[in-house]
């Protein structure tokens, strides 16, 4: 396979769950192969998530890549590595007790988690499908005595329409929020999404504007689907993706389970301008 030229390198900033992952955590169909197309041709293939950087590392493994940067906590993490060494290399936070005593006062019965600036994590209760190695339970009030990079907010007895009408009752604009694809809310220091953070590893490689292509399937993927079409790049919906992601693409691929990033992936290889779901 040729190797393109540094000028010609795109930078491909990939989702986890539901766009590289199926719901069952495996991989979706050829996108290891696709991914590995990619890297061996010069391009630059990263992660961008809303997991911690404990939960994402693994995937880096199972793609067989070593980007220099990983975005993660929905842009409030940025990791680098460094002589082989990962380091946290750009994080924001903010003071959470505002956001804290609004939700705690509208969701009492609500398990709470925060992510510190170090990556530990505090939590009130176990809260299933977040990894929490290294955490510690704390009570309610503990939660906000320092800076954090997220707040997350789990009640399985609330759906999505219950935590937008929450949001806007608690008046929660001075956070940036995202409603995950099951029952819970992710809160990021205002302004900070997965394109804040693309958009400072690109400047940090020096790579050309319009050579990026991102992909994602949720809510949290809408920030960095807009910095993407700024630059003159490429955003891609997975074909399950809820009608207001969609909207916000620049194209849309097939289902997760169908393969639909492999599809996506192949398009920079190809040349092709844009890829559908009918592809």
């Given at each position: 396979m040729t190797v393109v030229a540094a000028e010609a390198r795109w930078l491909v900033g990939l989702d986890v769950d539901g766009t590289i992952l199926l719901q069952d955590e495996s991989m979706s169909p050829g996108v290891p192969e696709a991914v590995a197309r990619l890297r061996d041709a010069g391009h630059v293939v990263t992660i961008a998530t809303g997991?911690?950087?404990?939960?994402?590392?693994?995937?880096?493994?199972?793609?067989?890549?070593?980007?220099?940067?990983?975005?993660?906590?929905?842009?409030?993490?940025?990791?680098?590595?460094?002589?082989?060494?990962?380091?946290?290399?750009?994080?924001?936070?903010?003071?959470?007790?505002?956001?804290?005593?609004?939700?705690?006062?509208?969701?009492?019965?609500?398990?709470?988690?925060?992510?510190?600036?170090?990556?530990?994590r505090l939590f009130t209760a176990h809260l299933d499908d977040w990894t929490l190695d290294g955490g510690r339970q704390v009570s309610f009030d503990e939660l906000g005595e320092q800076p954090v990079s997220r707040v997350v907010v789990v009640s399985p007895g609330h759906d999505e329409e219950d935590f937008h009408r929450l949001v806007s009752d608690a008046g929660l604009n001075e956070v940036s929020y995202a409603i995950g694809w099951t029952a819970w809310?992710?809160?990021?220091p205002q302004g900070v999404d997965k394109g804040t953070a693309l958009a400072r590893v690109h400047a940090e490689l020096g790579m050309n504007g319009g050579q990026v292509l991102v992909a994602g399937d949720g809510r949290n993927d809408i920030g960095m689907f807009g910095w993407a079409l700024r630059i003159g790049g490429r955003a891609v919906a997975m074909g399950q993706a809820p009608d207001e992601v969609k909207d916000a693409a620049g194209e849309v691929t097939a289902d997760v389970a169908d393969g639909g990033l492999a599809l996506a992936l192949d398009t920079v290889l190809t040349g092709s301008p844009q890829v559908t779901a009918g592809e």
């Open positions: 997991r911690s950087w404990m939960a994402t590392h693994r995937y880096l493994d199972a793609l067989e890549i070593t980007p220099e940067f990983v975005v993660c906590s929905n842009g409030a993490v940025t990791m680098r590595r460094v002589g082989g060494e990962w380091t946290r290399w750009h994080i924001e936070t903010f003071d959470p007790h505002t956001v804290l005593g609004l939700l705690g006062d509208r969701l009492p019965e609500a398990r709470y988690m925060v992510e510190l600036a170090s990556g530990q809310l992710d809160i990021a």
